[in-house]
């Protein structure tokens, strides 16, 4: 079982839907979450950390369930920017990062 | 956040050779980092490269096939040696701020013949 799992996609929604990706980690011992975005041939770069309360920023919105071991993110609105790689990352350890294989969104007109 | 260069951004090269990436941070850091990203793969950690010390490798990655050197806080090469297609892929290094988060190069996309 791989450490972190997403379902790879791709998500095809039009513009301004909502639409929400999950995660989940197989060690209960991961101590950090985060969301990155990776675009077609670029480097990821960092959407936003996920906290235990669940956070939001602007139209995304992450949530951690711990006792599930699941991540989500949710966006609203969608926009033609948003079309990208969404990658699900984990710590397991001191700077320790997992990646998932991400999850491809396609927001089309 | 930290800017770092990353160089070169592509390259094609022969079996059996060797590429040596290097990657500038505007900063000092600790620890940099270096990850490959197969095709339709996620990013998978190749080693940890800390000042002063030997780098810190993943299972699965080994120093004679990937040797790294850190001669300073802002400064780190990873070497790619003999390579072979199965090498082909993208190589990142990143550093990561005191909150954790990850801030990566633009990647060294790499094509072996």
């Known amino acids: 079982r791989k450490e972190v799992e997403q379902d790879p996609g791709p998500f095809n929604v039009p513009e301004g839907a909502t639409v929400a990706f999950n995660c989940t980690y197989s060690?209960?011992?991961?101590?950090?979450f985060f969301w990155y975005r990776q675009d077609c041939r670029k480097e990821p770069k960092l959407l936003m950390s996920v906290y235990s309360s669940g956070n939001e920023d602007g139209r995304f919105t992450a949530q951690l369930n711990r006792a599930s071991q699941y991540i989500s993110l949710l966006i609203r609105d969608s926009k033609l920017s948003d079309s990208a790689t969404y990658l699900c990352v984990v710590r397991i350890g001191f700077q320790k990062l997992v990646f998932g294989t991400g999850t491809r969104l396609l927001v089309s007109p | 956040s930290a800017v770092i260069s990353q160089k070169p951004s592509r390259d094609i090269c022969q079996r059996g050779t060797s590429l040596t990436i290097q990657c500038q941070v505007d900063?000092?850091?600790?620890?940099m980092f270096w990850y490959r990203q197969q095709p339709g793969q996620s990013l998978t950690l190749i080693a940890t490269a800390n000042q002063g010390s030997e780098a810190t490798y993943e299972s699965g990655f080994v120093i004679d096939k990937f040797p790294i050197s850190r001669p300073n806080l802002t400064f780190s090469t990873l070497t790619v040696s003999n390579m072979s297609p199965e090498d082909s892929s993208i190589y990142l290094c990143s550093v990561a701020d005191p909150n954790e988060k990850l801030f990566f190069g633009s990647g060294t996309q790499l094509s072996v013949l």
């Open positions: 060690n209960s011992a991961s101590q950090s």
């Open positions: 900063s000092q850091v600790t620890m």
